[in-house]
Nanobody
Framework: QVQLVESGGGLVQPGGSLNLSCEAS??????????LGWFRQAPGKEREGVSC????????YYTNFAKGRFTISRDNGKNTAYLQMSSLKPEDTAVYYC???????????????????????WGQGTQVTVSS
């Protein structure tokens, strides 16, 4: 089992920035084989992948809308991932969920998208609202 604790989120004006963090903890699994990242879900829409970082080698994956605006990083000593979001738009408004899955970023690239089915553990979600 993996426990995920999220922090960050809130209300920001268009063009602003927000940071999210997610700390993963486990007593039984080797997190070096896990990708830790975020999905988001807006009202009435399906959950979609945002970005993921391989806790083993640090490689990253970004969904197209996140490229150039969002940056994911890690602190392996704390099994924590950080998502820096900038140039935020109203369409970025959603609940953001931290997730961990035993999948590599290379496999996600080959699949072409982050699919929720490959992520076994989920955080409680944090609201991000972009509005003036």
């Amino acid at each position: 089992q993996v426990q995920l604790v999220e922090s960050g989120g809130g209300l920001v004006q268009p063009g602003g920035s927000l940071n999210l963090s997610c700390e993963a903890s486990t007593f039984t699994l080797d997190l070096d084989y896990y990708c830790l990242g975020w999905f988001r879900q807006a009202p009435g829409k399906e959950r979609e992948g945002v970005s993921c970082i391989d806790l083993g080698d640090g490689s990253t994956y970004y969904t197209n809308f996140a490229k150039g605006r969002f940056t994911i990083s890690r602190d392996n000593g704390k099994n924590t991932a950080y998502l820096q979001m900038s140039s935020l738009k109203p369409e970025d408004t959603a609940v953001y969920y931290c997730a961990a899955g035993s999948i590599s970023t290379a496999t996600i690239e080959a699949i072409g998208t982050m699919r929720p089915m490959y992520f076994d553990y989920w955080g409680q979600g944090t609201q991000v609202t972009v509005s003036s």
